[in-house]
């Protein structure tokens, strides 16, 4: 590899690496998200969507709330 990280200088394999090697633990037994964050990036193994429009995507749902669970309050204010 060059040290590209986009579709059209890597292979599938190399990507699969790529992401293996970036997640680091991808065996889900942390605690269990692995396989949501490996889910996550198929379309880039796949050749579908560059790393930088995958994650610019998970950003933007971050950041404005959609589709993410509501906030409930600290508990240690009351």
Same mark, same amino acid.
């Given at each position: 590899?060059?040290? *590209? ?16 090697? *970036? ?10 998200? *692995? ?29 404005? $709330? ?5 906030? $409930? ?6």
């Amino acid at each position: 590899m060059n040290g *590209s990280i986009l579709i059209a200088d890597t292979t599938r394999e190399e990507r699969e690496r790529i992401v293996a090697d *970036s997640i680091g633990n991808i065996s889900g037994l942390c605690d269990g998200c *692995s396989p949501g964050i490996i889910e996550m990036y198929q379309d880039y193994i796949d050749g579908r969507k560059e790393l930088r429009e995958i994650n610019a995507g998970f950003r933007a749902r971050y950041m404005s $709330g959609a589709e993410g669970p509501e906030r $409930g309050g600290c508990a240690m204010g009351k």
